[in-house]
Nanobody, 122 residues
Framework: QVQLVESGGGWVQAGGSLRLSCVASGKILRMNVMDWYRQAPGKQREMVAGIGSDGSTNYARSVEGRFTISRDNAKNTVYLQMNSLKPEDTAVYYC????????????????WGQGTQVTVSS
């Protein structure tokens, strides 16, 4: 079993910055793609940014140039640096891992964190 715990959310004024972290724990040998998703009230959950095990990244158009995703494999941690925040970035942000290889060489899929609230005021 793998647990994902996010931190770093909070309240910030428009134009400000926040850095989210997500730490994975459990019997982890390696993880494949690590993503950040978000869900605003009344809206569907959407992918914000993803990073592969090779460091390749992709971003939603709405955040490209403002957000940066990174990962530290030694710490089983993924980060999301969010700059130039806008009120429309307000949402609960979730960490997601699509595939985990455990220390006993099992493949496990589709883990989610509990979410962290980000609120951007105008």
């Amino acid at each position: 079993q793998v647990q994902l715990v996010e931190s770093g959310g909070g309240w910030v004024q428009a134009g400000g910055s926040l850095r989210l972290s997500c730490v994975a724990s459990g019997k982890i040998l390696r993880m494949n793609v690590m993503d950040w998703y978000r869900q605003a009230p009344g809206k569907q959950r959407e992918m914000v940014a993803g990073i592969g095990s090779d460091g390749s990244t992709n971003y939603a158009r709405s955040v490209e140039g403002r957000f940066t995703i990174s990962r530290d494999n030694a710490k089983n941690t993924v980060y999301l640096q969010m700059n130039s925040l806008k009120p429309e970035d307000t949402a609960v942000y979730y960490c997601h891992v699509d595939e985990v290889v455990t220390t006993n060489h099992h493949w496990e899929y589709d883990y989610w964190g509990q979410g962290t609230q980000v609120t951007v005021s105008s």
